[in-house]
C-alpha cells in the first residue's frame, strides 16, 4: 500500500488537469469549463469535502470528452492517446476525488493490487476492440468486416461489463469472514 | 459476505459509466467510451479495495462488567475497547450487540467514528437485564463503509461475552432482612423438634453446684425446693443443610410471571442464609435430570454465603413458553438485523432438546427412567460424612425428577438422614387467567390427586413436605416449617 499525504495529491491532480488540457481542443468553452472542474476537485481535496470535487470531476470529464477526439481504437497510436489523455488522468481524478474525505484523518492510502487490477482491466477494456478484430481475421481470415465507430463502443461496453462482474464475483467468494482476537 | 451493497454514490457512477456509453454512441466518439471504461474501473478499484479491507479487519476487542455481581432489572455497566491493529483505517458504526433479554439503560452501545491505525474506541453503557440466567453479549457489529464512499457492509464480529446475572437485588434484600429474624429451630420445652434440631438440648436438673452459670439455674423450682436447682443440656451437633435445587427443563419453564427455577433460587439463597446466621452449617448444589451441575459444600462462614450466591449464579435461565405451549425465544429489535446465525441459535436448540424431551413424557405416559444427578449428590455426601446426620432440602417441581427425588429419600431414610421436599407446584405457576373448562378442572384434579400421592409416599418414608407456589416467600416457607407443618 501506497500513502499520499494532501500535497502530493493536489500536485497529481493539477498534473492530470494539464494532461487533459493538453490534448483537448482549445475552445473558450472547454478551457472554461476544465478550469471550473478543476477549480472545484480542488477545493474539495483542500476542504475534504467530496460533494465539490465529484461535481468538478463531472463537469472536467464531460468537457474532457467532448473536447478529445477519438474516431476509433483500433491503431496503436489512437490506443496511446486514449489511454494517456482520458484514461490515466481520468482514473487518477476519480480516485482523487473519490477520496477526498478519507485525507481528513489520515494519509490517502492506495492499495497496490486492487489498483493494478483495475489498471488492467481498463487496459483490456480499451484494447478489446483490437483484440476481437484480431481474433476475428484469425479465425475468419476471408471475412471482410467494416468496423464501426458504434461496433467499437459495443464491443468495449460488453468487455467492461463481463470484466466487472467477473471481477466482482470473484472477490466476493475469496473474501472470508473477518479475523478476530480474543481479548480478556 | 454475498455481495457488497452499493451506496447511492457508487449507483450514480455506475450510471455515470452507461450515461457515457450511451454518449460515445450517440457522438460515435470513443473518449466517451473511454471514459465510461475509466469510471467502471474505478468502482471495480473501490469494490476490490473494500473487499482486501474486510478481509484484513484486525480489531482487538476488550469488552468488561464493572460491577462483580449483575442482578436482574438492575442496571450493569459495560465498557468495550476496540484497538485497530490494521494500518488500515476502519470507517463505519460501532454497535456493541446487545443481547435477547435486556434493555439499553444508559449510555450508547454505538458509535459512529473513523477508527485509525493503533487507536482505541472506547464504549461505556449500561444495561437491563430482564431476567435471571447467563447473559450472553455475542460480539459486535460494524456498519463498514468503503474509503470511496461507494459501498457499505455490515460487519459482524463475533467476541462473546457471558455474564451471569443473579436474580433481582430484592431477593437479595430480603435474605439479608431475614437472617436476623428468621430460624428454623422450635424453642421451649416439650415441643416436637422441628427440622432443624437445637445444638442444645434440655437433659434435666441437678443440684447447683458453685461455678454454673446464672442463667442455667432454674429459678421456678428454687420456693418448693427451697434449694438452687441448675438446669442442665445435652449437646447434639448442628445438622448440616445442604440445599438441592432442581434446574431440570420443567423447573425452567415459565407459564406465567414467574419461572419455578427462578423462585426456587430465590428461596435456596434466603433459607441458606437464615440457617447460616443461625449458625447451621449450610450449602446449596444446583442439579437437573442428568447430574449436579455445581454445589458449595456445607460450611460455615464469613464467605459461606458469597459461595452459595456464585453457585446459584449458574443455574439456568428460564424458558418463555407461549399459549400455544411452544418455547419462544424472544427477539429484539437488534437481534432481527442479525446475521441468520447470530440469532439465538443456543436457545432454539435448546428449545427444540426442551419440547422434544416434554413429547417423550406425554407419549409415553410414563416418567422419565431414575434421575441419577440429585441421588449421586445425596450419596456422594453421605458418604463424605461419614454417618454424620445431616438435612437435605428438595426444592424442585417432581416432574422431571419425581423418581430421582423418591430414590434420594429412600436413601435418606436407610441412612438416618433427614429430607425436607419443598414442592414447586407445577399448576399453581401456571397462568391464574387461563379460561377454565372441563378438560383443564380434570387436568387440574388429576395433577392434585397425583400431588397428594406423592406427599403420602414422602410422609411414609419420614420425608417433610411443602406445597408451595409463587406467592409464598421465604420466611412464610421458614415459619410453616417452624410450626411443624411441613
Known amino acids: ?184 | 459476505m454475498s455481495g457488497l451493497r452499493s451506496t447511492s454514490l457508487g449507483t450514480a457512477i455506475l450510471s455515470f459509466a452507461i450515461v457515457f456509453a450511451f454518449a460515445g454512441i450517440l457522438f460515435s466518439n470513443l473518449s466517451w467510451a473511454v471514459l465510461s471504461v475509466t469510471f467502471a474501473s474505478a468502482y471495480v478499484y473501490a469494490y476490490l479495495r473494500f473487499v482486501t479491507e474486510l478481509q484484513r479487519t484486525n480489531l482487538h476487542i476488550e469488552r468488561s462488567a464493572l460491577e462483580d455481581i449483575s442482578f436482574a432489572q438492575e442496571p450493569t455497566s459495560i465498557t468495550v475497547d476496540i484497538l485497530n491493529k490494521d494500518p488500515i483505517t476502519v470507517r463505519g458504526t460501532f454497535e456493541d450487540i446487545l443481547p435477547e433479554n435486556c434493555e439499553l439503560s444508559a449510555g450508547m452501545n454505538k458509535s459512529v467514528r473513523d477508527l485509525p491505525p493503533k487507536s482505541v474506541l472506547k464504549l461505556s453503557y449500561s444495561l437491563v437485564p430482564n431476567k435471571r440466567g447467563p447473559l450472553v453479549i455475542p460480539g459486535m457489529k460494524i456498519a463498514r463503509n468503503d474509503s470511496l464512499g461507494l459501498f457499505d457492509e455490515e460487519q459482524i464480529i463475533e467476541h462473546p461475552t457471558v455474564i451471569n446475572v443473579h436474580t433481582e437485588k430484592g431477593s437479595f434484600d430480603a435474605a439479608r432482612k431475614m437472617a436476623g429474624k428468621e430460624h428454623l429451630e422450635s424453642s421451649g420445652m416439650g415441643r416436637s423438634p422441628a427440622v432443624v434440631l437445637r445444638e442444645l438440648e434440655f437433659d434435666g436438673i441437678r443440684e447447683y453446684v458453685p461455678g454454673d452459670r446464672a442463667r442455667d439455674i432454674h429459678w421456678k423450682v428454687f420456693p418448693k425446693l427451697n434449694k438452687l436447682m441448675t438446669k442442665t443440656y445435652r449437646k447434639e451437633g448442628s445438622l448440616q443443610t445442604m440445599v438441592f435445587v432442581d434446574c431440570s427443563r420443567s423447573m425452567r419453564l415459565k407459564r406465567s410471571k414467574v419461572a419455578k427455577v427462578d423462585h426456587a433460587v430465590d428461596l435456596s439463597m434466603q433459607l441458606s442464609n437464615v440457617l447460616i446466621s443461625s449458625l447451621y452449617p449450610a450449602g446449596v448444589a444446583i442439579f437437573d435430570e442428568i447430574k449436579v451441575l455445581t454445589k458449595a459444600p456445607p460450611a460455615l462462614g464469613r464467605h459461606q454465603f458469597e459461595k452459595i450466591v456464585q453457585v446459584l449464579r449458574e443455574a439456568p435461565s428460564s424458558i418463555e413458553e407461549s399459549e400455544e405451549g411452544t418455547v419462544r425465544t424472544e427477539e429484539t429489535e437488534s437481534n432481527k438485523t442479525m446475521e441468520p446465525k447470530q440469532i439465538s441459535l443456543k436457545a432454539n436448540v435448546e428449545g427444540k432438546e426442551f419440547l422434544s424431551a416434554l413429547d417423550r413424557i406425554a407419549t409415553r405416559g410414563m416418567r422419565p427412567a431414575l434421575g441419577i444427578g440429585l441421588e449421586g449428590g445425596i450419596k456422594e455426601i453421605i458418604a463424605k460424612n461419614r454417618g454424620r446426620e445431616q438435612l437435605y432440602v428438595i426444592i424442585s417441581d417432581l416432574v422431571s425428577s419425581r423418581d430421582a427425588v423418591i430414590a434420594g429419600a429412600k436413601l435418606c431414610k436407610s441412612t438416618g438422614n433427614k429430607m425436607l421436599v419443598i414442592h414447586t407446584y407445577d399448576d399453581w405457576y401456571r397462568n391464574a387467567e387461563a379460561l377454565l373448562d372441563m378438560p383443564e378442572a380434570e387436568r387440574l384434579y388429576g395433577d392434585l390427586s397425583d400431588s397428594l400421592k406423592i406427599e403420602a409416599t414422602f410422609r411414609g418414608l419420614g420425608v417433610s413436605y411443602l406445597r408451595i407456589g409463587p406467592a409464598d416467600t421465604a420466611s412464610r416457607i421458614v415459619r410453616a416449617i417452624r410450626r411443624g407443618k411441613a
Open chain 1, 1 to 184: 500500500m501506497i500513502f499520499f499525504s494532501r500535497r502530493v495529491r493536489l500536485l497529481m491532480a493539477i498534473v492530470a488537469i494539464v494532461d487533459l488540457a493538453v490534448f483537448s481542443q482549445h475552445s473558450v468553452l472547454v478551457i472554461l469549463a476544465q478550469t471550473i472542474g478543476a477549480a472545484l476537485i480542488l477545493l474539495g481535496m483542500f476542504y475534504d469535502y467530496r460533494p465539490s470535487s465529484l461535481t468538478g470531476l463531472l463537469i472536467v470529464a464531460t468537457a474532457s470528452a467532448a473536447a478529445i477526439e477519438l474516431p476509433s481504437l483500433l491503431e496503436v497510436d489512437l490506443i496511446l492517446t486514449a489511454i494517456v489523455s482520458m484514461a490515466i488522468p481520468m482514473f487518477v481524478l476519480t480516485w482523487l476525488a473519490l477520496s477526498a474525505e478519507e485525507g481528513e484523518t489520515t494519509d490517502v492510502l492506495l492499495l497496490k493490487r486492487p489498483a493494478t487490477i483495475a489498471l488492467v482491466f481498463a487496459l483490456v477494456c480499451l484494447s478489446s476492440a483490437p483484440i476481437m478484430v484480431l481474433v476475428m481475421n484469425l479465425l475468419a481470415p476471408t471475412i471482410s468486416m467494416r468496423i464501426t465507430p458504434t461496433t467499437e463502443i459495443a464491443i468495449i461496453l460488453i468487455a467492461t461489463t463481463a470484466g466487472s462482474i467477473v471481477l466482482t464475483r470473484r472477490a466476493s467468494a475469496a473474501a472470508r469472514p473477518p479475523g478476530t482476537q480474543e481479548g480478556t
